[in-house]
């Protein structure tokens, strides 16, 4: 189908400790590593996605800890998971820059290069995420400062909309405004 990338979720905690949950999913996703290379199936990088509940793992040390495993892994960062899980947040150019910085400093500046994104308006409860929404709706975070940081640190990240309905409409949005910033 020619996918460069494959998203997914490391999955939820369960009944088991973070750190034990981590180094089970951590060896079961070696194992399929293995078989995989075994058979041929080595062409797209496997994107780890950054949680948007409490109770699941993908934390960004965790994601970076799991991206250590293969070069066939990469970061991939939901801001507005990032946004629920921290029970906001994120308003400013520099709360975003924290997160491509710690990838960058464990991972190496090619991890932020390009880094995979996901990005919606999202509802939050104290559990973390609820439900996406769009940028017209009153739910966080900001866009705005994300394309800011990107343009001021010359990046070419891949950013996904996932707005509730207003996916197309929401990344026209974005990209305006990555635009006009390009142009100042």
């Known amino acids: 189908m020619g996918a460069d990338r494959i998203s997914f979720h490391m999955?939820?905690?369960g009944k088991l400790t973070r750190d034990a949950a981590l180094e089970l999913a951590k060896r079961r996703l070696s194992?399929?590593?293995?078989?995989?290379?075994r058979r041929g199936l080595t062409g797209p990088k496997l994107a780890v996605e950054t949680h948007g509940k409490l109770n699941q793992l993908g934390t960004v040390a965790e994601i970076i800890d799991?991206?250590?495993l293969s070069p066939q892994l990469i970061p991939l960062v939901d801001f507005a998971h990032l946004y629920a899980v921290a029970g906001?947040?994120?308003s400013q150019?520099?709360?975003?820059?924290r997160v491509f910085d710690q990838i960058g400093d464990a991972l190496g500046p090619?991890?932020?290069a390009d880094l995979h994104i996901h990005f919606s308006s999202i509802e939050?409860?104290?559990g973390g995420e609820k439900r996406h929404w769009r940028f017209q709706d009153p739910f966080g975070p900001p866009y705005q400062p994300l394309i800011q940081w990107i343009v001021d640190h010359g990046l070419t990240p891949r950013i996904i909309?996932?707005?509730a309905g207003t996916q197309a409409e929401d990344a026209k949005t974005m990209q305006e405004f990555y635009r006009q910033l390009l142009k100042s």
């Open 11 to 13: 999955g939820g905690i």
């Open 31 to 37: 194992e399929i590593l293995d078989e995989a290379g």
């Open 66 to 68: 799991v991206c250590k």
């Open 88 to 90: 906001g947040g994120f």
């Open 93 to 97: 150019a520099g709360d975003y820059g």
């Open 110 to 112: 090619e991890a932020i």
């Open 124 to 126: 939050f409860s104290a």
């Open 161 to 163: 909309c996932e707005s």
